[in-house]
């Protein structure tokens, strides 16, 4: 894919004031995306407008990820947006890693930016959701401690699939292959329906090869 622009296909749908903002060539990788603006995460979206953030020139660490389920299913998932204390390592989370994360002291915030990230909105439905529904792959770029949470600032990252044209992970694979990612699930529910900040002690790279997506990892 060396030399093609990944913005291609929302590129050319952008208006003419987007396009020289989101050009960048696929080779060049000391960047990620932020989602600036959305109409909606889904499959009809009218379009994405992306900026180039800067994220840590540390390697990234593989052994664990982040899953952060929002609540906003019809609105963008801004950067910074916030993880109130309450749904933090609790759901999703095991008893192993909410022992070595859940002090949250500024070494263990460090390392939590290394891992991987997987950022989508909640369900529409009890269980499961639309087609159309779209989680992002990304990394956490600052984690800011505040009163009652934290302020997650991320950044979106390149992946490639053959059924994927531009950086979205059908929230429905996800659902259908839950044992590959760690997510609980129960007969009528799914971890994905509430909202929380959990960290899975796996490889989310190779859970996502498993459907058929090639994630970045820098």
Known sequence: MTGNNFLAPIQNKLPQEFRDVTAYPVQQADRIYNVDYASEINATCNFYALHQAEFSTKPMDVSHYNLFVIDKRDKMISSPFFMS???????????????????????????ITLFPSIFTTVN???GTTDEGHRALYGRVEKIERQ????????????????SNSVPFISQMELINHAGSFGLGVAPCSNELDDVHWAIKKLNVIEALSEIGIDAMVI
Do not use: P
Request: aromatic share 10%.
């Open 124 to 126: 529409s439905g009890q």
């Open 147 to 162: 009163e009652h949470g934290y302020l997650i600032h991320w950044g979106c990252m390149r992946i490639w699939s053959t």
């Open 85 to 111: 204390s309450d749904v933090i390592l609790q759901n999703g989370t095991t008893k192993e890693v909410k022992e070595s994360f859940f002090s949250m002291d500024a070494k263990i915030l460090e390392r």
